[in-house]
Every structure is written in structure tokens, then in C-alpha cells.
């Protein structure tokens, strides 16, 4: 997957447990783990924004594209 979740990261940065973080945003602790592990196909904006107002983040902080490496692939070029 290219989209990588920082969660874990920003979690123990704060000293904050899942758990505790779950209970301040009101989401259920499965549910936010579900996007802790990178398994979440999906996040609401109002989700994203609760997290980042507890934690204090942009959401940069907590999400970042990693390319796919694919041996032998070329890179998409676009017109000019």
C-alpha cells in the first residue's frame, strides 16, 4: 500500500495509548486500530480532524505516501 499511517509514531511521541486516544475521540478502540495497523481503506475528514486536534498534528503527520517500488516498472511520465 502507499499511503502509510503514522499513528503508532504520533502515539508514542505524546506518551498517549491507543486507547486513551479512542476514548478522547469518541471512536471505537477497533476501529482505531483498524488505522493504526494500515489496514483502514478509508478515513473520515471528521476523523482525521479529531485525531489531529488531540494529538496536536497537521494531518502530513499522520499520513504519507510511500510509492510502490515495482522492479522492472518505468515511472508514469505525463504530457508537457
Same mark, same amino acid.
Given at each position: =500500500?502507499?499511503?502509510?499511517?503514522?499513528?503508532?509514531?504520533?502515539?508514542?511521541? @505524546? @506518551? =498517549?495509548? %491507543?486507547?486513551?486516544?479512542?476514548?478522547?475521540?469518541?471512536?471505537?478502540?477497533?476501529?482505531?486500530?483498524?488505522?493504526?495497523?494500515?489496514? $483502514? @481503506?478509508?478515513? @473520515? #475528514?471528521?476523523?482525521?480532524? $479529531? &485525531?489531529?486536534? /488531540? %494529538?496536536?498534528?497537521?494531518?502530513?503527520? %499522520? &499520513?504519507? #505516501?510511500?510509492?510502490?517500488? /515495482?522492479?522492472?516498472?518505468?515511472? &508514469?511520465?505525463?504530457?508537457?
Amino acid at each position: =500500500m502507499a499511503i502509510r499511517v503514522k499513528l503508532d509514531d504520533l502515539l508514542h511521541d @505524546r @506518551r =498517549m495509548t %491507543l486507547t486513551e486516544l479512542a476514548e478522547r475521540i469518541d471512536i471505537t478502540l477497533p476501529n482505531l486500530s483498524i488505522l493504526k495497523t494500515g489496514k $483502514a @481503506r478509508a478515513i @473520515r #475528514f471528521s476523523t482525521l480532524e $479529531a &485525531i489531529c486536534e /488531540v %494529538l496536536a498534528c497537521q494531518p502530513g503527520d %499522520l &499520513i504519507e #505516501f510511500q510509492p510502490d517500488s /515495482v522492479a522492472g516498472k518505468a515511472p &508514469i511520465r505525463t504530457a508537457s
